[in-house]
């Protein structure tokens, strides 16, 4: 065998060898690993939990059903969702995060809960080449980095803070002086800043537009601010905690005003913490109401969704609220994405959102295919809707039409 002959059979021996080395991984792959964290523990536990509850039924609901097909492997492989306590500790998720793509070694990440802890970790999304779907961080920064690998699960800061401002304008269109309370975190701060904007546009004059520090445990000089402005219109934009120690404060300190509003409004720990006589006639957006059903198109329903979580999550102090559909839409944007890319590739599948339209149980879902951001409800993208607390507890959708009713408004708000 001359030189030239045998340095050929060489080469396709090396190359028939790692074809075939490539094969059997494939063959061999029987697992689409997701790598999390999720703050069980520190200021952001409660509400992130709810959202991680309803990754969990998404896990279980595909898994019952055989788990993703993956056309490249012609076959359903099934999740498994890897997950760590960041302990709501900024300093704890890039260290998470690295374990995950190369210890745990995952095919694609759900980001952690909210704004602020997103976006320390978004870069990650870039540098493992893996794609982040992130189901609770609404700020525009996020998305304006130039990262290729993240795409947005939710509704926008601006879209979801600015439905409260319509309503009042609709039902109380003279009266135009508005404070703003918000807690000094992404999430708060950037939709605080973007609805500022918007209701100046339309002839707002901002009387208050206040922070108060992530965490803090009184914020009585605020309210004391506010009461004294006298405003026809207070919104109080924080987080869950944040969130229960204003309103608990106010209505200690007899703040009132014509409306009171506040940021996702269906929680069931706002009920849990302050019963609803003192909820009562407080309005605010909500990602998701069961009292909203859309033409669904891909996974469950409200009802089935009710279904699916009371069976993984049976005690009764395990409840969902309107953060845990966002961790069934997560998974089910992901699941689509792979199905129509018909790959494991993270740049073909987030390909794939440039052009997918999907309806879940949140509503219509479509993408701006350069920053990967949910698009405005005009442009396809979700709405958000307005609640208003009941003072037994329960919560009208007021907000917008068709999917709320204005005429069920209690209104001006009865005084704490």
């Not at 992901?334 to 959102?353: C, N, Y």
């Not at 701006?368 to 919560?395: F, H, L, N």
Request: net charge positive.
């Amino acid at each position: 065998m001359n030189g030239r002959l045998a340095a050929g059979v060489v080469a396709v021996v090396v190359l028939l060898g790692t074809w075939l080395g490539q094969g059997a991984v494939a063959q061999q792959k029987d697992v689409i690993k997701i790598g999390m964290t999720n703050s069980f523990s520190g200021p952001l536990a409660r509400s992130s939990t709810k959202t991680w509850q309803g990754i969990m039924v998404w896990e279980a609901w595909v898994n019952a059903k055989g788990g993703i097909f993956v056309k490249d492997l012609n076959k359903r492989l099934p999740v498994k969702i890897v997950y760590y306590d960041d302990e709501t500790k900024r300093e704890n998720l890039i260290r998470l995060y690295e374990r995950l793509a190369t210890t745990d070694q995952v095919d694609f990440f759900f980001a952690p809960w909210g704004s602020g802890q997103t976006f320390v970790v978004a870069a990650l999304s870039e540098k493992h080449k893996k794609l982040m779907i992130a189901h609770t961080a609404s700020a525009p920064n996020i998305y304006e980095q130039g990262n290729k690998y993240i795409i947005q699960g939710l509704i926008q800061s601006q879209v979801f803070g600015r439905p409260y401002v319509e309503l009042i304008e609709k039902v109380d269109p003279k009266n135009k002086r508005l404070a703003m309370v918000w807690e000094d975190h992404l999430f708060p701060k950037s939709t605080a800043e973007l609805t500022r904007a918007y209701a100046e546009k339309h002839g707002y004059q901002i009387v208050l537009f206040e922070k108060f520090p992530f965490g803090a445990t009184d914020i009585t000089p605020v309210l004391t601010k506010v009461k004294d402005v006298k405003p026809d219109h207070i919104y109080i934009l924080a987080n869950i905690e944040g969130t229960i120690l204003a309103v608990r404060q106010a209505a200690e300190l007899k703040v009132h005003a014509r409306s009171i509003g506040i940021l996702d409004n269906g929680m069931v720990y706002y009920k849990d913490a302050l019963g609803g006589k003192v909820l009562e006639d407080i309005v605010g957006p909500v990602e998701w109401d069961t009292s909203v059903s859309y033409p669904i198109n891909y996974g469950p329903s409200n009802k089935e969704f009710i279904e699916l979580h009371k069976k993984r999550f049976p005690n009764p102090k395990e409840a969902f609220d309107n953060h845990t559909p966002l961790g069934v839409t997560t998974g089910l944007f992901l699941q689509k994405a792979i199905e129509e890319a018909g790959t494991l590739d993270s740049a073909k599948v987030r390909q794939v959102f440039c052009t997918m339209k999907v309806v879940t149980l949140v509503g219509p879902h479509q993408w701006e295919c350069e920053t990967g951001k949910m698009r405005e409800p005009q442009d396809g993208g979700p709405p958000t809707i307005v609640t208003q607390w009941r003072a037994d507890g329960s919560t009208v959708t007021v907000w917008p039409p068709p999917y709320g009713d204005p005429s069920k408004l209690k209104f001006p708000k009865k005084p704490f």
